[in-house]
């Protein structure tokens, strides 16, 4: 059985474990060993992390518990430090889904893009840039990692731009790893969650960063619905659980990607909304409501209409992209 290692980042990210999980469930489908390296992050910014998981004990604990799921590597690649070796642990790597090459993080080089492997054991699979384009005193370091790949597929369309402008090589837009799997697959890993307070139908709010309460309010009102907050730190939870918040909610309120792409996955009603202040989301949102006709579920300032969609024609080219996305990881690892 041929060993693949996946490199992506490791984060209390409940997308970023939920594309991981996903990566290697289908890697497992295709007949490999899977692992996934360990991406460790600089010693301060460590340290913080460990202060950080003290003061959210309770979502912490969910992050374990999930991440019992995925199979892990000794190996390890940080800002400063590689394997010794790590060319000969795996038939072939992966890098990505998720942001793992977006420069501007802390913890982001070189390495991220396994400039030591040999360009025909490694791909990339649907990684993010997670920006339009990439600022000119990164560009260099860039270059020179994907310089290093023959074969190359990102999860954007500004993805391919930035590849093209910077390399000349072509690149493919492959789905993210979660998409792969059906409402039933995920169902399997789903937990409960205990909702006390809440024991009606429920909008579900999930936003990274800032959102209008007045719409949010408006909506509650005109449906008679409870809200819950998925970011609330009274709420903490982990993967499993936001899958079976978004399973169950009547509608979800959104600026997050992977929010958007698990009610896709179980077929509800959603409104996605542009960000607010943090992290751009704009271009993956983008590419995502195009591939699969999902434009009428982007916000529109003073429309709080309700968000059906019997997505028949999302599926059918949701089911299109899955086909081409495996013939992607077919072409250079089977």
Same mark, same amino acid.
């Given at each position: ?9 490791? &984060? ?5 474990? !939920? ?30 992390? =460990?202060?950080?998981?003290? !003061? ?16 892990? &590597? ?20 992966? =890098? ?97 969650? #205990? ?21 949010? %309010? ?57 960000? !607010? %202040?943090?992290?751009?989301?704009? &271009?993956?949102?983008?590419?995502? #409501? ?14 709080? &209409? ?29």
């Amino acid at each position: 059985m041929k060993k693949i290692g996946i490199l992506t980042i490791n &984060s209390l990210n409940i997308g970023n474990r !939920l594309q991981n999980y996903a990566m290697q469930t289908v890697l497992e489908k295709m007949g490999f060993y899977v692992e996934t390296i360990l991406r460790e992050k600089s010693m301060s910014r460590s340290i913080k992390q =460990v202060l950080r998981a003290k !003061l959210l004990a309770d979502k912490y604990t969910k992050f374990y518990d999930f991440n019992k799921t995925i199979h892990w &590597s000794r190996c390890i690649v940080s800002n400063k430090f590689v394997t010794d070796k790590l060319e000969d642990k795996y038939d072939y790597f992966i =890098v990505g889904s998720d942001q793992i090459w977006n420069p501007t993080f802390s913890f982001s080089s070189a390495l991220d893009y396994l400039p030591m492997i040999d360009s025909s054991k490694k791909i990339s699979y649907a990684a993010s840039f997670g920006l339009s384009t990439i600022p000119d005193k990164f560009k260099d370091m860039v270059k020179a990692g994907l310089t290093s790949f023959e074969n190359l597929s990102v999860r954007e369309e500004s993805g391919v731009q930035i590849i093209k402008e910077l390399t000349g090589k072509d690149a493919d837009i492959t789905i993210d790893p979660t998409l792969f799997l059906d409402c039933n697959e995920w169902r399997k890993i789903a937990q409960p969650v #205990c909702l006390d307070s809440v024991n009606r139908k429920y909008i579900l709010k999930y936003f990274l960063g800032r959102c209008d309460e007045n719409v949010i %309010g408006q909506l509650a009102k005109e449906f008679d619905y409870d809200v819950i907050d998925a970011t609330c730190k009274e709420l903490p939870i982990g993967p499993a659980e936001f899958l079976y918040l978004i399973d169950n909610a009547e509608l979800i309120l959104t600026d997050s990607f992977h929010a958007s792409v698990f009610s896709l996955v179980f077929k509800k009603p959603f409104i996605i909304f542009d960000r !607010l %202040g943090g992290e751009n989301m704009t &271009s993956r949102l983008d590419t995502f #409501c195009k591939k699969f006709k999902l434009e009428i579920h982007r916000y529109q300032k003073g429309d709080t &209409s309700f968000k059906l969609n019997n997505y028949e024609e999302s599926y059918a080219l949701l089911n299109e992209e899955k086909v081409f996305s495996y013939d992607f990881l077919k072409k250079y690892m089977l």
